[in-house]
């Protein structure tokens, strides 16, 4: 690396201005949440569905959302009151590894545990064939929610990572693959993600027919990754209403506020952020998705670290230019592998170049760009794609910045903030 680190150390990097984004606060303060859950659910409409002595399924996903636990906890609760007996499923295709004990273990690094919830968690790779999709797919279940007397599909609803339809990420998309398991989630990916849009409602359709899916709970965050609405849907409701739900999502989820970067540097990525370890909604960057358009339009992605909360869960590198020498060491492959397995995408864990500090993977990302003004580069600093309120922008920004209402300058131009081993201090 010897040429290669001389040139990196010819590049002269920009100051940078710490910038304040601002969106729309509308927030749901977590007090608040277990009466609201409480009204929701005791919607005429919904509120039948659970009966005395009933064995209900509540769905747990992987993602880390905003007030998991309480709300799982407080959807339990409600059952309770109707006299039925309430048991928690993680809903999660092949994440945690793709076995029942990480699985469980995922969810309660959340804090849904059972000591919490209050109630049983069961968790299982073992699925059974429900019903006959109406092109022909044999269409699975976990198994344990599948010989339920009742399934309550909880999940949050949003844009997804890779593709573009009347459904994306919610509870169609938890039925159909969380709910599905590996095998599940593997039939409905085989066709690739430009058949999503179509399958994911086509097999979500299969399940309220012949699963006994009592109603669903959907969840919308707002670009501050808080809980903002929380929603029970009747099984008609979820065909019908998820649509508008996904659009309000969609105007309330986090940006940048830049149109175009030269380089953009992401903190960390991981699984309980996104999906893709990064959201290519925020970022622009993706490795292999023509389907989703939107995010920052950046020449070049680095990445410099892993997330402590995706244990070496590596999905995502493949958006990257440029990771860090830290970052590829604590790559679990087995971990990695079988989820890009399972989507069909294993682009998304390609291995970009690697450069020993935080300093030369950005030195190294400007040396690649082609046609940028070498001497004030547009680059953005951002901790990860689930936070942008506060980001770091150079100095080509700054006018950009001051002529945007919606961004404040917080700190005025100064130099990167690197340690003496070349690497930058957190800024999360």
Not at 207 to 228: Q, R, S, V, W
């Amino acid at each position: 690396m010897g040429v290669i680190k001389q040139l990196c150390d010819e590049v002269e990097l920009p100051r940078m201005l710490e910038v304040k984004q601002l969106f729309d606060p509308q927030r749901i303060e977590p007090e608040n949440i277990p009466n609201i859950i409480f009204e929701e659910m005791s919607r005429p409409n919904v509120a039948g569905a659970i009966k005395p002595d009933m064995r209900v399924a509540i769905t747990c996903g992987s993602r880390g959302l905003a007030n998991i636990a309480l709300i799982i906890k407080s959807i339990a609760e409600f059952v309770k009151s109707k006299n039925a007996r309430p048991f928690v499923v993680p809903a999660m295709g092949s994440h945690g590894g793709a076995t029942a004990e990480g699985q469980k273990a995922l969810i309660g690094r959340y804090g849904v545990t059972e000591s919490y919830i209050g109630c049983p968690i069961l968790s299982s790779m073992e699925t059974v064939v429900i019903g006959t999709s109406d092109e022909g797919h044999k269409v699975r279940l976990d198994r344990n929610a599948a010989e339920s007397d009742a399934i309550i599909v909880a999940g949050r609803i949003k844009p997804h990572t890779d593709f573009r339809g009347e459904y994306e990420s919610g509870l169609m998309k938890m039925m159909t693959i969380g709910l599905g398991k590996r095998e599940g989630a593997t039939v409905c990916h085989e066709a690739g993600f430009a058949h999503m849009p179509r399958l994911v409602p086509l097999f979500g359709r299969c399940i309220l027919k012949n699963a006994p899916i009592a109603m669903g709970f959907g969840i919308i965050e707002n670009a501050y990754h808080e809980t903002c609405k929380l929603t029970a849907l009747s099984p008609a409701e979820i065909d019908t209403q998820e649509p508008a739900l996904l659009q309000e999502a969609r105007r309330r989820m986090a940006k940048i506020l830049f149109d175009k970067a030269d380089v953009l540097i992401v903190d960390k990525i991981g699984k309980e952020i996104s999906g893709d370890g990064l959201d290519p909604n925020v970022s622009g960057a993706s490795p292999c998705s023509p389907y989703v358009t939107g995010g920052l339009s950046a020449q070049r992605t680095i990445i410099l670290d892993l997330t402590k909360e995706t244990h070496g869960t590596a999905v995502g590198i493949g958006a990257a230019h440029a990771i860090t020498r830290r970052l590829f060491d604590k790559i679990d492959y087995e971990a990695t592998y079988i989820n890009l397995l399972t989507a069909r995408v294993p682009e998304f864990a390609r291995i970009p170049c690697i450069m020993e500090t935080d300093k030369q993977a950005l030195q190294f990302a400007l040396l690649s760009c082609a046609g940028i003004d070498k001497a004030k580069p547009r680059i953005i600093r951002i901790s990860d794609t689930m936070h942008v309120e506060k980001i770091w922008v150079s100095e080509a920004l700054q006018e950009e910045a001051e002529k945007n209402s919606a961004i404040e300058i917080l700190q005025g131009p100064q130099a990167l903030p690197f340690d003496e081993d070349g690497n930058l201090r957190d800024i999360s």
